[in-house]
């Protein structure tokens, strides 16, 4: 898609910080209007379960594989938590192992909940905030 659709693009910044979150990354040196972020994570809590989110996490194609999405995924996990949601629910290329391997991270042992196609769906119950000890 070369240019999102105005309806999607009013939805992805229609955040109120309480049902619908976003955090972005990016560079502290470069003023916002001169860079790309370097990615960001948002939910969007689910009408049918208050307790449960959809989230996406997405990163620059030349940060990958440095723990960024990992950052903002536990972030995000954080603002979830304080929100009294207890689990995100995902879709995912079932070819993506990288985020496969992140979801896992996330939630021990995640498996998908259901496959179809090329995509599998994952609910991954959010653990518990880290202690002081731990963070």
Request: aromatic share 4%.
């Amino acid at each position: 898609m070369p240019r999102l659709p105005e309806t999607i693009l009013g939805r992805l910044l229609d955040v109120d910080e309480w049902n619908h979150v976003a955090i972005a990354a990016e560079s502290a040196a470069v003023a916002p209007r001169e860079g790309d972020p370097f990615g960001a994570a948002r939910f969007i809590r689910l009408a049918a379960a208050p307790h449960a989110a959809e989230a996406a996490v997405v990163v620059a194609d030349h940060l990958q594989r440095r723990g960024l999405g990992r950052l903002l995924l536990r972030a995000l996990g954080a603002a979830a938590r304080e929100r009294g949601i207890t689990m995100f629910r995902a879709e995912v290329l079932a070819v993506n192992v990288g985020v496969t391997a992140l979801i896992r991270e996330l939630g021990g042992d995640a498996r998908p909940v259901s496959v179809g196609g090329a995509v599998a769906v994952y609910e991954v119950p959010l653990p518990d905030a880290p202690s002081e000890e731990g963070a």
